[in-house]
């Protein structure tokens, strides 16, 4: 769909409106704004699925949504990972690496929130399948996952060139 992916990008975990585990269920761990506006206009607005690891520990499946949350009608772009594992607790401030690896679908409005849950919850049974795919499951053995974790303030480009430039 999209030459930039697979897209590999990582930022510290940030307080959103604390709305995911509240009100959906489905907590999504937020990244900040610079990581936001660091991706490429080819990224576009939508859901996808990929790989991620929080703070060099195991990865998981993820899925991710990219946008202003229409049912929400939010004012600020946002860069959302839920990952496919039960945690143990909260992990904000902790360093997520993400692998977008495909695109789902785009974000739309709903008419209830049962709705916006329902739809969430295929994205995820999609993405399970998607990632069990041997051209996609690769990624997660991407060594852009086994080294290092950059400062977020060296970070100046998130395509990722197999190298840890620290
Ligand atoms: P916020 O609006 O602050 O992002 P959420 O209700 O979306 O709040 O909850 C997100 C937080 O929940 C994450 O920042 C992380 O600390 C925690 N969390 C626990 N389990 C998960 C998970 N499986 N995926 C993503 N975040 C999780
Ligand atoms: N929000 C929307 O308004 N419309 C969507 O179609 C939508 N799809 C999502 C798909 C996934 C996989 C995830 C993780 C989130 C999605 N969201 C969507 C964002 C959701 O509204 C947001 O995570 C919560 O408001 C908590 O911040
Ligand atoms: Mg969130």
């Not at 496919?84 to 909260?90: G, P, Q, R, S, Y």
């Not at 997660?140 to 086994?146: I, T």
Request: a negative charge; proline letters at 5%.
């Amino acid at each position: 769909m999209c030459d930039k992916l697979p897209y590999f990008t990582e930022g510290q975990v940030v307080k959103g409106f604390g709305r995911g585990s509240k009100e959906l269920g489905i907590p999504t761990a937020n990244f900040p704004l610079d990581v936001v506006q660091r991706l490429p206009e080819e990224i576009v607005g939508g859901v996808y699925y990929g790989w991620a690891s929080v703070d060099d520990g195991p990865i998981f499946k993820m899925v991710m949504s990219i946008g202003w949350n229409p049912y929400y009608k939010n004012t600020v772009k946002s860069m959302e990972t839920h990952i496919i594992h039960k945690f143990k607790e909260d992990f904000y401030g902790s360093n997520l690496k993400v692998c977008m690896c495909g695109y789902l679908r785009t974000m739309r409005s709903f008419d209830s929130l049962d709705e916006l849950i329902k739809a969430i919850e295929k994205d995820i049974s999609d993405a399970e399948l998607c990632l069990d795919k041997p051209e996609v499951r690769k990624y997660k053995d991407d060594n852009f996952f086994s080294t290092c974790t950059q400062p977020s303030s060296s970070l100046s480009s998130s395509s990722h060139n197999g190298a840890c430039t620290i």
